[in-house]
């Protein structure tokens, strides 16, 4: 089983940066992609941005230029740095592992994907 755990959130002005964790533990070895997520008041949960093993972060257009997204493989921990934040921001966090799919259908590993329980970041004007 693997357990996701974010930390970082919190209030911050307009214009601020934030940076977030999210700590990775337990059998990690069918994980290929790692992500974050958002889900703003009253809206559904979008992506934000995401890194494929050995690959480049890709990022959603609204964060594009101000997120970045690291992973730190020898740590289990991957992070999100946040600049120039906006109100539109302000939503809750999640931090998502994706195991390899032909793993999972093979029973290799247990289960598609894995989420963290959030972390809220709330941006003023």
């Known amino acids: 089983q693997v357990q996701l755990v974010e930390s970082g959130g919190g209030l911050a002005q307009a214009g601020a940066s934030l940076t977030l964790s999210c700590s990775v533990s337990?059998?990690?070895?069918?994980?290929?992609?790692v992500g974050w997520y958002r889900q703003p008041p009253g809206k559904q949960r979008e992506p934000v941005a995401a890194?494929?093993?050995?690959?480049?972060?890709e990022y959603a257009p609204a964060v594009k230029g101000r997120f970045t997204m690291s992973r730190d493989n020898a740590k289990s921990t991957v992070f999100l740095q946040m600049n120039s934040l906006k109100p539109e921001d302000t939503a809750v966090y999640y931090c998502?592992?994706?195991?390899?799919?032909?793993?999972?259908?093979?029973?290799?590993?247990?289960?598609?994907?894995?989420w963290g329980q959030g972390t809220q970041v709330t941006v003023s004007s």
């Open positions: 998502n592992a994706i195991n390899d799919p032909a793993r999972v259908a093979r029973g290799f590993c247990d289960q598609p994907d894995y």
């Open positions: 890194i494929p093993e050995g690959g480049t972060p």
């Open positions: 337990g059998d990690t070895s069918c994980i290929t992609t």
